[in-house]
């Protein structure tokens, strides 16, 4: 099977927000693309599904195996769903059924379900444990972790054997291990001759998959050539820009390297003592005592589905320990305690504009507006994506806006789980810089939960292991 995309342009009100001019995929040669986070990326993959949101237009071809599909009209790729395409989405939150449990919505692919379910469930078991996630096949999507949820997307994505594979973002959220075996996986796909699309924000990946990469920037290709020249030896500035911006490269005024020996000595803000916390019966952490002060940086890591997220839950007072107790000290009333959640389309209602969710924070705590804008023009987000809703912005650009939300209240501690998770790595770099600049202006406590090592080194006082390291 072969597979061309000829001249392919999408648009939104005239604006021009993803353009190729030819893109060819060949039988077990990856095709990987990186760049800037909102620069059309995305809306490439869902261009060839034939999923773009109803108020953008695409515009020219797709040739898939000598047939040829008009990209304008949405529905004439919907029979290939999961026989010959299947699309792994950005957002595992958004694609996974809530009221299913893992096995049964990762059954559903399976080609043998119409006839057969029973054996379509034992197929998604096995696939679901050889993913690591043999405990999880009944659990509810919200009882996952970040990680666990795009692990089971991506398995309800490849149980169907499609010959076509796009992953937008596979390796979000996930610890190095989980990568690893995900790599594996994606490269497995095309031993069978399998093609293979891959959006990526993780240049590891990129490495590791080899093949080709394409560099978009402002919905254009800025570079194309196999993955060994353009990551190793790029010839246009972004992209040396681009691979510079890696976190392990960072040096910032705001940085922790001369301040670890000697971390923030302010008060407590939270205090834990004995805590411990048990989920169907998984012990995630027992006997734990920590201690968040004023002005404190701190990272917790540790594989997925560790019980990271849950402990910062617990520290917040949004979930109850099992055992133990949680303090919080006045000065984290009236807002000034917030919380980055993992998917930020999960923390923004999505019929709502986004204007009018800021709308209601800013006429509740009294801001005024220009506080709003300098945060925008800092992460260089148009007030124009202010007049759309959630669903018709970038997973990137809903991260931006969601640090922005936080920060618009000064807190005086933000948990922040995986808070660039969607970013390219330059954007990363400026929304690091700008929060952690807003944080040291305003005697911010940070917490980071974050599976990337470098980023933790590079923000953090100290680091706390949950689970298996």
């Not at 000829?6 to 040669?29: I, K, Q, R, W, Y």
């Not at 190793?232 to 820009?241: G, I, M």
């Not at 808070?419 to 005697?443: C, F, K, V, W, Y």
Request: aromatic share 4%; with cysteine; net charge positive.
């Amino acid at each position: 099977m072969s597979m061309r995309l000829n001249h392919l342009t999408v648009s939104h009100a005239g604006t021009t927000l993803a353009e190729v001019s030819a893109l060819d995929f060949e039988p077990g040669c990856p095709v990987t693309i990186v760049g800037e986070s909102g620069s059309g990326k995305s809306l490439l993959a869902h261009a060839i599904m034939g999923t773009l949101p109803a108020n953008l237009t695409a515009r020219g071809s797709l040739t898939l195996d000598g047939q040829s599909y008009d990209l304008a009209d949405r529905a004439n790729r919907r029979r290939l769903w999961g026989r010959q395409m299947a699309l792994l989405p950005q957002e595992p939150a958004l694609a996974l059924d809530p009221t299913m449990r893992a096995r049964e919505q990762v059954a559903e692919g399976a080609r043998t379900f119409p006839t057969d379910k029973r054996a379509a469930r034992r197929t998604a078991g096995t696939l679901l444990a050889s993913l690591g996630l043999g405990q999880a096949s009944a659990a509810f999507p919200h009882t996952l972790s970040g990680g666990m949820a795009q692990r089971v997307a991506f398995a309800a994505a490849t149980i169907g054997n499609a010959p076509v594979l796009i992953a937008d973002e596979p390796s979000k959220g996930l610890d190095q291990q989980a990568r690893t075996a995900l790599e594996e996986l994606l490269k497995r796909h095309l031993d069978g001759g399998g093609i293979l699309l891959t959006i990526t924000h993780d240049l590891d990946l990129a490495r590791g998959l080899g093949g080709e990469v394409l560099v978009m920037r402002d919905a254009h290709i800025l570079e194309h050539g196999p993955a060994r020249d353009v990551l190793t030896e790029p010839v246009h500035a972004y992209t040396r820009r681009l691979l510079a911006a890696e976190p392990a490269n960072w040096t910032n005024s705001w940085g922790c390297a001369g301040v670890r020996a000697g971390a923030p000595t302010g008060g407590p803000l939270i205090s834990g003592e004995g805590l411990a916390k048990a989920f169907g019966g998984q012990e995630l952490f027992s006997d734990l005592s920590v201690t968040i002060r004023a002005g404190e940086r701190i990272a917790f890591s540790g594989p997925s589905g560790s019980g990271k997220t849950t402990l910062g839950n617990v520290l917040l007072r949004l979930l109850p320990p099992d055992t133990g107790h949680v303090h919080h000290a006045g000065t984290l009333r009236a807002g000034r305690l917030q919380k980055l959640y993992q998917d930020p389309a999960a923390a923004f209602p999505p019929r709502v504009l986004l204007r009018d969710s800021f709308g209601d924070v800013l006429r509740r705590h009294r801001l005024k507006p220009e506080r709003l804008e300098e945060l925008m023009a800092s992460l260089r987000l148009a007030p124009a994506l202010l007049h759309r809703k959630p669903g018709q912005v970038s997973g990137g650009e809903l991260q931006r806006l969601a640090i922005i939300r936080s920060m618009l209240l000064e807190p005086a501690l933000l948990f922040a789980d995986e808070p660039t998770s969607r970013l390219d790595l330059i954007t990363q770099q400026e929304t690091m810089n700008s929060l952690m600049g807003q944080a040291d202006r305003h005697g911010c406590a940070l917490v980071l939960v974050t599976h990337d090592d470098a980023l933790a080194r590079a923000v953090t006082h100290r680091r706390i292991r949950i689970g298996a390291a």
